[in-house]
């Protein structure tokens, strides 16, 4: 069993078909193989690559490398650790994501990697990546398989008053500073900008899944997603995601897709919310061996 200190770390720029420069790093064990898994590690809002792997070698990832497997961590653009964040002028969305920074990321980690690749990803991400593999189906043929953790469909019924009034305020102040000031907020460590909060803002009333130019409705064309999918959310996540929203995506997915609703019912010592489901001690050894052992079936399965 390798730890994170002991594995190899390899730096990539990945860039991007609108002329962007995302960060990809390659975190391997050292006594991984040709034909060991990776993982394309995808972290959600106000994040980045340290969600899954912090510079003292602890989170996520360290649980997969563990297990002998490779990871790739990725940060969305505006989220580089060091780097610039969104400013007035920053024009993306969550089509941007869609259409350039998860299949750009995708295509880099498949190159990089020989043996079977999954996605993994948290909260917003997880509908970004399935949106992507959905309107370019192409993307599926490198993966084996995704698991989406903490990431629901974008009807907040569910959160009541309290969520639709923290959604108009997100796109209010976005609109008002040209940013989510999510870092003042102490939400998370990165600001995002004002056109991806006001498109959150705008599918949350009608509980739509859709391009801002509404020429695209995500949610139908999740139709085409073929492959494996994980759905996994904590039991006690009911304002970001919940168990109720990530029924309704595993359903919509078909018999593709299995739903694990996480928590004291499933056998966990505690019922996780929208974070530590995945990051600290518990999540590393009571939830990754789950999915892990997910990801182990689903290659077993995929090489039949």
Known sequence: MSTAAEAERTPHRVPTSDGHQLHLERVAPPTASDGAPGVLLLPGLFSDERFFL?????????????EGHVCYLASLRGHRPGGPGPGRSADW???????HDVPDLL??????????????AHSMAGYAALAALAVDPELQRRLTGVVTVSSAVNDHSDGGLAKRVQ????????RLLGR??????????????????????????????????????????????????LVAVGAADTFHASPARARKLADHLGEKAELSVLGRLSGLSWD???VDVVRGPRAESEVLPRLTAWMRDAAARGGE
């Open 54 to 66: 912090g510079p003292d070698g602890r989170g996520p990832a360290a649980a997969l490398l563990a």
């Open 93 to 99: 969305n969550f089509d941007t994501y869609v259409r």
């Open 107 to 120: 295509r880099a980690a498949g190159r990089l990697h020989s043996g079977p690749l999954f996605l993994l």
């Open 167 to 174: 959604l108009t305020f997100a796109a209010v102040v976005s």
């Open 180 to 229: 989510f000031p999510a870092r003042a907020l102490r939400q998370g460590r990165h600001d995002e900008p004002a056109g991806l909060m006001r498109q959150f803002a705008d599918w949350a009333p009608q509980g739509a899944f859709r391009s801002a130019d509404g020429r695209t409705d995500y949610w139908s064309e999740l139709a085409a997603v073929t492959l494996p999918v």
């Open 272 to 274: 996780p919310g929208h």
